[in-house]
């Protein structure tokens, strides 16, 4: 068994609801009390109306190209969240 050992307690904000998050960092690079799924960008308003959007016809899903990204951002989920899915 190896001992792991709590790092760090950040606080993280749910990217779903808002919620905030206690998140507990451990020394082995692992973590609890939330999900995390990576950064995700966050794009300029103003490009969205220069943007192009396209509709697949097979699937109706809408492509949009042209965006610009302003950030990153974490993104954090909270497990009744991350469950609810
Ligand atoms: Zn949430």
Redesign the pocket.
């Given at each position: 068994m190896t001992t792991k050992t709590i790092k760090k307690r950040v606080r993280k904000i749910?990217s779903?609801?808002?919620?905030e998050i206690n998140v507990i960092l451990y020394s082995d690079k692992n973590y609890r009390g939330g999900h995390y799924f990576g950064k995700v960008p966050v794009y300029d308003e103003n490009s969205y109306k220069k943007a192009t959007v396209k509709v697949e016809k097979k699937t109706g899903w809408r492509i949009v190209s042209g965006l610009k990204i302003k950030e990153k951002i974490e993104y954090w989920?909270?497990p009744?969240?991350y469950r609810g899915k």
């Open positions: 749910c779903c609801c808002g919620k989920e909270w009744r969240c």
